[in-house]
């Protein structure tokens, strides 16, 4: 069994920046590729960024458009966690954010996700 734990959401002002972890549990962390993913109320879940499963000599990382330059994700093998870390917030990325792992490389669509965190509240102010 395979369980990602999101922590460290919050509230923030525009502009501002968060950061926070995605602890996955289970076995073969190695393995997992890990995405992150929000939904704000009345949206679909929407991609935000992910990270491959650690290969010989290269991690790749993958952003939506909307959060280039100002999300970064990274992660630590031996701390089995995914770190999300967000800067220049605007209202527009309140939403839920979800952490979870796929046994692709990594990926943009959920669909291929099999398990997921219970989600961690953003939410910026204007």
């Known amino acids: 069994q395979v369980q990602p734990v999101e922590s460290g959401g919050g509230l923030v002002q525009t502009g501002g920046s968060l950061s926070f972890p995605c602890v996955v549990f289970g076995d073969y962390f190695n393995s997992w590729g890990v995405g992150w993913f929000r939904q704000a109320p009345g949206k679909d879940r929407e991609f935000v960024a992910a990270?491959?499963?650690?290969?010989?000599?290269?991690?790749?990382?993958d952003y939506a458009d909307f959060v280039k330059g100002r999300f970064a994700i990274s992660r630590d093998n031996a701390k089995r966690t995914v770190y999300l870390q967000m800067s220049h917030l605007e209202p527009e990325d309140s939403a839920v954010y979800y952490c979870?792992?796929?046994?692709?490389?990594?990926?943009?669509?959920?669909?291929?996700?099999?398990?997921w965190g219970q989600g961690t509240q953003v939410t910026v102010s204007s």
């Open positions: 990270i491959s499963w650690r290969g010989e000599t290269t991690t790749h990382a």
């Open positions: 979870a792992a796929t046994s692709h490389y990594y990926s943009s669509n959920f669909r291929d996700y099999e398990y």
